[in-house]
């Protein structure tokens, strides 16, 4: 059974970079046919789809955030992160990581909450 | 973009009884070579992340319990709960994985009349 772990900063102030990482247990960020993924939920709000990145280097990305959003995926470590740079008080949310199986998102994070402020 | 549109965005069942919420996109997420509709279903407890109740629109996860059921294709979807029980409480999602963007409904969230 495939586990994700978020970690990274909890606070992050405005106009600076938001990055967290995603540990990878139970399975590899290498194995062919996932497109590890980021999702965000602002407090109280719905689902937000923010990117995917798969192991062929295929990469998709939400209209509203692409420009400021990267990932990377770390083979030697099991993890992939996420960047998200010039982040303002609309950033704050639960950041979650997810694999994406193609079909639909299989596998989540518990989530990683981050607030926005100086 | 793909629109996911949920209704009704909060409803009360009494224990036992039936919920039915509808999901529609705005363009059809029918993928005709393998004749399978990419729209799952999620459910999301307080503090936890969402977990998979349904997908291909119809398909349920693996120990989902069988009162749960998906119907429909094309553009239009139902989740059903057929006897609704105190451990469904929750908000409920549906998702269009048929291209990127993915987009999600805006969530359905079922509480005990």
């Known amino acids: 059974q495939v586990q994700l772990q978020e970690s990274g900063p909890g606070l992050v102030k405005p106009s600076e970079t938001l990055s967290l990482t995603c540990s990878v247990s139970?399975?590899?960020?290498?194995?062919?046919?996932?497109?590890w993924s980021w999702v965000r939920q602002p407090p109280g709000k719905g689902l937000e789809w923010i990117m995917s990145f798969s192991d062929t280097g295929s990469t998709n990305y939400s209209p509203s955030l692409k420009g400021r959003v990267t990932m990377s995926i770390d083979t030697s470590k099991n993890q992939f992160s996420l960047k998200l740079n010039s982040v303002t008080a609309a950033d704050a949310a639960v950041y979650y990581c997810?694999?994406?199986?193609?079909?639909?998102?299989?596998?989540w994070g518990q989530g990683a909450l981050v607030t926005v402020s100086s | 973009d793909i629109v996911v549109t949920q209704s009704p965005d909060s409803l009360a069942v009494s224990l036992g009884g039936r919920a039915t919420i509808n999901c529609k996109s705005s363009?059809?997420?029918?993928?005709?070579?393998?004749?399978?509709?990419?729209l799952a279903w999620y459910q999301q407890k307080p503090g936890q992340p969402p977990k998979l109740l349904i997908y291909w629109a119809s398909t349920r996860e693996s120990g989902v319990p069988e009162r749960f059921s998906g119907s429909g294709s094309g553009t239009d979807f139902t989740l059903t709960i057929s006897s609704l029980q105190a451990e469904d409480v929750a908000v409920y999602y549906c998702q269009q994985c048929y291209q990127t963007p993915l987009t999600f409904g805006g969530g359905t969230k079922v509480e005990i009349k």
């Open positions: 363009q059809s997420v029918l993928y005709t070579s393998n004749n399978k509709n990419y």
């Open positions: 997810v694999n994406w199986n193609g079909n639909y998102f299989d596998y």
């Open positions: 139970g399975g590899s960020v290498s194995t062919g046919g996932n497109h």
